[in-house]
């Protein structure tokens, strides 16, 4: 199904399209489109797709903004990978960019990709970085996002695809269910054909720091087992572990769980196994802060957390047989 705004039925074939899949974060997603709302790019240079999940009705749902050109589409299952599908899909736009809906591009985003792109084989990898607005609540269990260099995760929170090449590699795989792996084996697989990539530094997107319960960062981070498919498929991520083995987290906590179970028996060799994990864990510099007081506070927390992920890590590196932590 689909939905036009007024801005979206008139003017030219647009230069760039804005991909965004969304779930149940309508505010969220209206902050995003008043973000795009004042690029400073033309309006009528670019057009915007938002693909909600089925399940969007029975709230108040967000409206774009007056001038910007956005379709809204449903699609038919709540899955990342399907709705970027179906959004970059629905466009004749020969530059697809892609974001999230908890994120608000920079107002010189669009026209800093659209001139940094590189013909039908260059990605646009761009700059992201915490919400400035928000960037005092990233700590405890909040979440957010920071890219400040060219990497190999081709993360989808701030990254450009010309049309033509994602018809080659046949869009994003949509037996990735959660928003976890199939934005970094999409752009390998783009790699695998010839595709370059380019990292443009003032494209920059601001991510929203996202505060969570105890609950639902546990759920989200049992639903990190995709590592070990993408690296099972293409051994060139190693590259994005520490050693080429694991996540650096999760081998800093295995560590860290080796060290205290050696203390008794080997108390300066297993002191030394738990400073990898908790030096970069607290601000040790200025110890009588507040934020370090609830850094310390955190740190059971935030055990718990990396030692799931790890443990869901591990066991979809022996289900799909691949060393991978």
Known sequence: MSEGSAAGEAGAAPEACVVIPTRRRET????????LAAQTLAPERFEVVVVRAPDAAGGPLARPPAGLRVRFLTSAV???AAQRNLGWRSTAAPLVAFTDDDCRP??????????????????????T??????????????????????????????????????????????????????????????????????????????????????RTALREASRHDAMPVVVKRHRIHR???????????????????WGLASLRRRPLTGALATIPYLLPRVNWRRPLTLRTVRQLAHL????????????????SAVRNRVLVL
């Open 28 to 35: 969220r997603l209206a902050f995003a489109l008043e973000a």
């Open 78 to 80: 709540a899955a990342p």
């Open 106 to 127: 920079a107002p010189r985003w669009l026209e800093s990709l659209l001139a940094a792109a590189g013909g039908p084989s260059t990605i646009l990898q761009g700059r």
């Open 129 to 214: 970085q915490p919400d400035p607005d928000e960037r005092h609540l990233w700590w405890g269990l909040a979440r957010s996002w920071e890219i400040t260099a060219p990497n190999l995760w081709f993360a989808t929170c701030n990254i450009a695809y010309p049309r033509a090449l994602l018809e080659r590699l046949g869009g994003f795989d949509e037996r990735f269910p959660a928003a976890w792996g199939e934005d970094t084996d999409l752009g390998l697989r783009a790699r695998e054909l010839g595709a370059r990539v380019r990292y443009v530094d003032d494209a920059v997107v601001w991510h929203a720091v996202v505060s969570r319960p105890l």
């Open 239 to 257: 590259r994005n572990l520490l050693a080429g083995v694991g996540d650096h987290w999760h081998v800093r906590w295995l560590l860290l769980v």
């Open 300 to 315: 059971p927390v935030a055990f718990t957390l990396d030692g799931v992920e790890t443990l869901v890590t591990l066991r």
